[in-house]
Structures are given as structure tokens and as C-alpha cells.
T-cell receptor, first 112, second 113 residues
Framework: DAKTTQPNSMESNEEEPVHLPCNHS???????IHWYRQLPSQGPEYVIH???SNVNNRMASLAIAEDRKSSTLILHRATLRDAAVYYC?????????????FGQGTRLTINP | DAGVTQSPTHLIKTRGQQVTLRCSPK?????VSWYQQALGQGPQFIFQ???????QRGNFPDRFSGHQFPNYSSELNVNALLLGDSALYLC????????????FGPGTRLTVT
């Protein structure tokens, strides 16, 4: 399973942008980069995913390095509700893999 | 539209007992995956069901088994419970072929004493 590396924890202030980094130096050409987050006492929820180009949706933006060995999840204006554990996951269905492999994730704290 | 539901919410069992956890997928979804999440860790994949068959399995012993019903709901069974089985058990549903976008339930908290 392809491996990702994330900081254990990060802290930011409410209404400020947050940049959550993820390193995936062994990424293969068929791996998509996915982000999930897990709010306290809830199951994980899908945030965003991308392959090569930067992606935007209503929740966040995903910036992918040109060599694809790293990516950054961007929360443009953090709220207290964004406090969660954020997981960066590599997923490929190329070889029939049908599972998500979660690492330790980054625990994001938002200060009011 | 109901999301993924799981029952029960909490469960306390004794070492050696057996337990059954239940999951109803999001409406329209046909694939169910089960994950175990120990305290402070990320979820670990147990297995996945599609068309009432186990399609893929993670690194879990045979004490962990499952079932999927024709209505796509699923059960996770754990036999001969160990203290180390204490965890949050998460069910996730998805459409076959879109497994990257899984919808998770709130989980069942199992405590083994």
C-alpha cells in the first residue's frame, strides 16, 4: 500500500486559511490523492480528491505538486467546525484495490 | 435521504463472547466496507462486501466474518472476543467502482472486558 506522511498535529485560528501538507514520494501514476476528515465522535467524511491538476470544491481546495510527490489541502477560511483529524490517502483501483488505507492523519485544532 | 446507519451505538461484551454489528448503507449504494478504529489510530480495513460476497479482506483473523443481505445491508460478526478487539467499528458504503468516495456511518463502540 502506498504510504503518505502527514504532521501529527497543526493549529490555526478561526477565519484564517489552513494549509495541510501531505508527502507521498512513492506515489504511482494510477494513484489518486484523496482527503478525508473525521470530526469528533463521527465517522470519516470525504473531502476532496485529485490526480494531477489542482481541484476545488465547496469544502476545500487541493493543490498537487508538479511531480505529484506532495500535496496540500487548503481550507480557505477555517471555522471551529473544521477541527478534525484530516487523512491524506492514496487510492488506485487499477489493480482491483477496493479499500482505503488510512494513516495517522493530522489533528487540526482551530482557535477562536 | 438517510445516510449510513449502524447499530447498536455502544456495546459492552465479555472476553470470549461473540458480537454482531449491523449496518444499513446509504440509499442507492451497493457496496459495504467495514473498518476497525482503535483509539488514537486511523481506521483499518477489515473487509468489503458486494453482491452478497466478500470481495476483499484486510489483515484480520477469521474470527472476523461478515454478511451482506439482498437489500445491501450488512453484518459484522466477531467470535471469541479479545480485549484487543475493543474499538470503534465503522461501516462505509459506496457505489461499486466509486469506492474512493465512501460514506461512513457514526460507528459502533465495542468495549470488551
Amino acid at each position: 500500500d502506498a504510504k503518505t506522511t502527514q504532521p501529527n498535529s497543526m493549529e490555526s485560528n478561526e477565519e484564517e486559511p489552513v494549509h495541510l501538507p501531505c508527502n507521498h514520494s512513492t506515489i504511482s501514476g494510477t494513484d489518486y490523492i484523496h482527503w478525508y476528515r473525521q470530526l469528533p465522535s463521527q465517522g470519516p467524511e470525504y473531502v476532496i480528491h485529485g490526480l494531477t491538476s489542482n481541484v476545488n470544491n465547496r469544502m476545500a481546495s487541493l493543490a498537487i505538486a508538479e511531480d505529484r510527490k506532495s500535496s496540500t489541502l487548503i481550507l480557505h477560511r477555517a471555522t471551529l467546525r473544521d477541527a478534525a483529524v484530516y487523512y491524506c490517502i492514496l487510492y488506485s483501483s487499477f489493480q482491483g484495490a477496493q479499500k482505503l488505507v488510512f494513516g495517522q492523519g493530522t489533528r487540526l485544532t482551530i482557535n477562536p | 435521504d438517510a445516510g449510513v446507519t449502524q447499530s447498536p451505538t455502544h456495546l459492552i461484551k465479555t472476553r470470549g463472547q461473540q458480537v454482531t454489528l449491523r449496518c444499513s448503507p446509504k440509499s442507492g449504494h451497493d457496496t459495504v466496507s467495514w473498518y476497525q478504529q482503535a483509539l488514537g489510530q486511523g481506521p483499518q480495513f477489515i473487509f468489503q462486501y458486494y453482491e452478497e460476497e466478500e470481495r476483499q479482506r484486510g489483515n484480520f483473523p477469521d474470527r472476523f466474518s461478515g454478511h451482506q443481505f439482498p437489500n445491501y445491508s450488512s453484518e459484522l460478526n466477531v467470535n471469541a472476543l479479545l480485549l484487543g478487539d475493543s474499538a470503534l467499528y465503522l461501516c462505509a458504503s459506496s457505489l461499486r467502482g466509486l469506492v474512493y468516495e465512501q460514506y461512513f456511518g457514526p460507528g459502533t463502540r465495542l468495549t470488551v472486558t
